[in-house]
């Protein structure tokens, strides 16, 4: 049986809904009975997603006139007149009041927004903000984390939580014949330790990531993490 995706798109295809809110949300803050602080919430988020990726796409152009300036400059031997100056990459600042974090706070605003009293799912699909209402899960996303060894067998993992209640952290010593558990986090960055096998020498091996909800494992195939 086919499924709708999730109502934000995990791509930059997310430019079009949240081009589509930031035209829509004032009009209706009354009906959602949103406050001014909230309605400016979700208009400061659009801006930083919209003029970022605008900024993204303009160097993306810019590279590409780039090397064929350089191409042309080395290789063309039909143009007998002086090259032009090279392509030239425009200034950006983010939007005043930017933060981290910004579609994960926008995810949680817009479940926030869908329990007030005012919200009807004819105002969600104009939002463009229904899909089949069931967030990332375990089973669909991937922990995508940085490891960093620290001193007396530690390692910082640094990463997202994309929404997920934890996340497990496995090791499996190399050439070991199984996966142990060396911690649950609940929020990234954390440190975990690994026990030695002799301790006071090196210690090797591989790591895996698993998300959790409500410390309950809902997939094991995530890549491994070396």
């Known amino acids: 049986m086919s499924k709708r995706t999730y109502w934000l798109p995990g791509t930059r295809a997310g430019r079009v809904t949240l081009t589509n809110f930031q035209g829509k949300i004032s009009g209706y803050a009354a ?31 810019t590279m590409e006139a780039l090397i064929e300036w350089r191409d042309r400059v080395l290789e063309d031997e039909t143009d007998n007149g002086t090259p032009v100056d090279a392509p030239a990459f425009t200034n950006f600042a983010l939007p005043g009041g930017s933060f981290y974090g910004v579609l994960d706070e926008f995810r949680r605003m817009v479940d926030q927004l869908k329990t007030k009293d005012g919200y009807t799912f004819e105002i969600g699909e104009d939002l463009m903000i229904v899909g089949n209402e069931v967030g990332p899960t375990p089973e669909n996303i991937s922990p995508q984390l940085t490891l960093e060894a620290r001193p007396n067998y530690g390692v910082r993992v640094a990463g997202l939580m994309k929404g997920m209640s934890a996340v497990r952290i496995e090791y499996r010593r190399k050439g070991g014949p199984s996966w142990t558990m060396a911690g649950v ?39 491994t993490i070396r």
């Open 31 to 61: 009906a959602l009975g949103l406050l001014p602080a909230e309605t400016g919430r979700f208009l400061l988020i659009c801006e930083i997603f919209l003029t970022m990726d605008a900024h993204v796409e303009s160097c993306k152009a």
């Open 185 to 223: 986090l609940t929020n990234l960055p954390s440190e975990i330790t690994i026990a030695p096998q002799t301790p006071g020498e090196p210690e090797s091996g591989h790591i895996r990531a698993i998300y959790l909800i409500k410390n309950t494992p809902k997939a094991t195939t995530h890549p």
